[in-house]
């Protein structure tokens, strides 16, 4: 009765032994399949990259040639001199870099200082202006 019943399915016997587990037919084919797929997917990745490079490289070449007409640095660039000017200021400084300090600040204060003990002195009496003086 097997027999007639293998008939019957035909190769249909073959996928169900699979589908319940059994053994399955190596394919002595498969592994060198599998590596030259792998070996195509590696190659289709390495062009994809080639390419995308390429199309970068082309944009960097434009993006320089706007930068070159309008005279506009890079932000890398303006980074390094900024930094190189810091480094500058700080050469032989044991503290870290002082803050730049704004035009408008500084020494002027010393100067409204003298003016305005000038402008008190000037309304003093006479004795006392020639103390401040002296």
């Keep these: 009765m097997e027999f007639v019943m293998k008939q019957a399915l035909g190769g249909a016997t073959k996928d169900m032994g699979k589908m319940l587990g059994g053994d399955e037919e190596k ?5 060198k399949k599998e590596e030259e797929r792998q070996e195509a997917l590696r190659q289709e990745e390495e062009e994809r990259k080639a390419k995308y490079a390429k199309m970068e490289a082309e ?12 005279g506009i640095k890079k932000k890398e660039e303006r980074e390094a001199e900024a930094q190189a000017a810091m480094e500058a200021n700080s050469e032989g400084s044991l503290t870290r870099p002082k803050k730049a300090i704004p035009p408008g600040c500084g020494d002027e204060p010393e100067e409204e200082d003298e003016s305005i003990l000038d402008t008190v002195i000037k309304y003093l009496p006479g004795p006392l202006q020639d103390m401040f003086r002296k």
């Design 27 to 31: 394919d002595p084919d498969a592994a």
């Design 59 to 70: 944009r960097e070449v434009m993006r320089q040639g706007i930068r070159d007409k309008y």
